[in-house]
């Protein structure tokens, strides 16, 4: 593993909780965290005990982006390298982890820590938190799949404005606009972001994968490709474990027990 001081990982239940650990920079995005955070994820992915993945930040912030201290460093490699190297796996292996990944954003979400936060499958945030495309304010473009994922959520008119403005958006102002899921008080925030990993650990997880291959294939597939798809993964939701209990447990009257298989 390649981890540091800069990443927090714990597993208890079911739920792989990966926490950004630089408070003093913001939880920025040096190469160190990087990585770090590409070997959990690829780990979580190979982790059959692994049933819902947490990704949020240390101290007043979920993620500001890439270290720009690194980034000026005359030994740094050019900014397309980072992307390539840094962030574009960071996304990547979010969409193919086939569990539920919820970004928990506890403070400002700027650059690429927005970004990577949209590419998660469901986003809530406290209310006092923020989110900001701040790249135009250096005169770079949106990167870490914002411009696949933001016009998806809230439109293209929108989208582009927050990204050529860099205008701070408020968590409630994200939800509004379908940006995230929920805005969330920050004196519930911890016990809310528990309670909904909890539930996506302890459903039927083959299902969800499904669900979110499903989701992903919907960005290119037409129509017709997306009904076919459909009635595949049906057949294969059908053939699992999770859907006979399901099924037994609703005639049974009782709570299912979902294993994930």
């Not at 949020?56 to 005359?74: H, N, S, V, W």
């Not at 990944?101 to 927005?114: T, Y």
């Not at 016990?191 to 083959?206: G, Q, Y």
């Amino acid at each position: 593993m390649l981890d540091s001081d800069s990443l927090i990982f714990s597993l208890e239940a079911g739920i792989a909780t990966i926490r950004l650990n630089r408070p003093d920079v913001f939880n920025s995005i040096n190469k160190p965290l990087a990585l770090a955070l590409q070997e959990r994820l690829r780990a979580c992915k190979e982790d059959a005990t692994v049933r819902a993945v947490l990704l949020t930040g240390t101290g007043k912030a979920f993620c500001a982006g890439q270290d720009l201290a690194e980034i000026t460093d005359p030994s740094s490699p050019g900014v397309s390298e980072i992307v390539e190297q840094h962030y574009n796996p960071i996304v990547q292996l979010i969409r193919d982890l086939d569990k539920p990944v919820v970004a928990a954003v506890n403070g400002v979400a700027a650059g690429a820590g927005a970004n990577i936060a949209l590419a998660c499958d469901l986003v809530v945030a406290k209310e006092s938190a923020s989110f900001i495309q701040a790249f135009s304010k250096i005169g770079l473009i949106p990167d870490s799949g914002g411009t696949y994922f933001l016009p998806r959520l809230v439109g293209m008119q929108r989208a582009t404005a927050l990204m050529m403005t860099g205008d701070k958006v408020s968590a409630s102002e994200a939800e509004q606009m379908g940006m995230i899921y929920k805005a969330i008080p920050d004196e519930n925030f911890d016990n809310e972001v528990v309670a909904l990993v909890v539930k996506l650990a302890t459903m039927p997880t083959k299902g969800l994968a499904y669900t979110k291959q499903l989701l992903n294939a919907s960005f290119h597939n037409s129509l017709e490709q997306q009904l076919r798809c459909e009635a595949d993964y049906q057949y294969r939701a059908g053939h699992t474990a999770d859907y006979r209990e399901g099924v037994s447990a609703f005639m049974e009257k009782r709570k299912p027990t979902f294993t994930g298989e």
